[in-house]
């Protein structure tokens, strides 16, 4: 009964956040639904708004990027509800930041880049950054999936549809449609292909 009584008071709580979704909704709905799809959620995509609820009550991750899209006037959604506090996305535009940007277990997740592409999924404990102080930032195409523990610094170019393996250091360019592994990072697998090439 407690457990009951304290999650209708959380999704009080969360009524804000709602009524910022519905405002904004042609901003968000893609992301919603696809944080549904790609997290196999039971609710109905078509009932975007339930979903939204779903994910803004239950997914810390996808709070922080909630609120990295809405920027920094919104501090009262962030006080009422926080985010992932080890989860950060860096950018002076959150419009370098395509749509449909996916964190699956976001602790120790550090995102900096020039431009991020649609439809990218990150793991934990990943680092996008600059190589040095002062440094370039790296480029992320579309449909990049970059796995738990990769670091990609530098001013380099992640090509669309690549996977960054697990714990992968990338500081060169990866082609589209390959998968890199290792420190350093080398081509194992490019349009399908196994193959050992290094960047």
Known sequence: MLIKIGNLIYTLVLI??????????????YEVERWGEVLRLSVSPRNDVRLFLTLVRDIREFRTLFYYRL????????????????????????QNVGRGLVI???HSMR???????????????????????????????????????????GDIHIGDDATIGACAVVLKD????????????????????????AL
């Open 71 to 94: 920027g920094p006037r919104y501090f009262l959604l962030r006080w009422l509800a926080p985010g992932m506090p080890t989860c950060f996305l860096h950018g002076s535009e959150r």
């Open 16 to 29: 804000p956040h709602v009524l910022t979704y519905l405002l904004k909704r042609h901003l968000f709905r």
């Open 104 to 106: 699956h277990h976001g």
């Open 111 to 153: 995102l900096g880049a020039k431009h991020v592409g649609e439809d990218v999924e990150i793991w934990h404990n990943v680092t996008v950054g600059k190589k040095q102080s002062g440094g370039e930032l790296p480029t992320i195409g579309n449909r990049v999936k970059i796995c738990t523990g990769a670091v990609v610094l």
């Open 174 to 197: 990866v082609p589209a449609n390959s998968v890199v592994a290792g420190n350093p990072a080398r081509i194992i697998r490019h349009n399908g292909q196994p193959c050992n090439v």
